[in-house]
């Protein structure tokens, strides 16, 4: 799975969607993703990004 973020337009971009579940609230906003049986369609052992910008977790 790779993720896509274009700074230009502020979009992000999921590819390799193919089973993916987007969770919206009641006024259709994205809160969540859910891949169902993920780990028969993608590789988990890594995740790559392409230009998304980071922010360290706090410990």
């Given at each position: 799975m790779k993720?896509?973020?274009y700074p230009e337009t502020d979009s992000l971009y999921i590819?390799?969607?193919k089973g993916l579940v987007v969770d919206l609230d009641a006024k259709?906003?994205?809160v969540g993703f859910g891949?169902?049986?993920a780990s028969t369609k993608f590789d988990l052992s890594?995740?790559?990004t392409v230009a998304l910008?980071?922010?360290r977790a706090a410990e």
């Open positions: 993720l896509h973020h590819e390799r969607s259709g906003n994205v891949i169902d049986h890594k995740v790559e910008p980071t922010v």
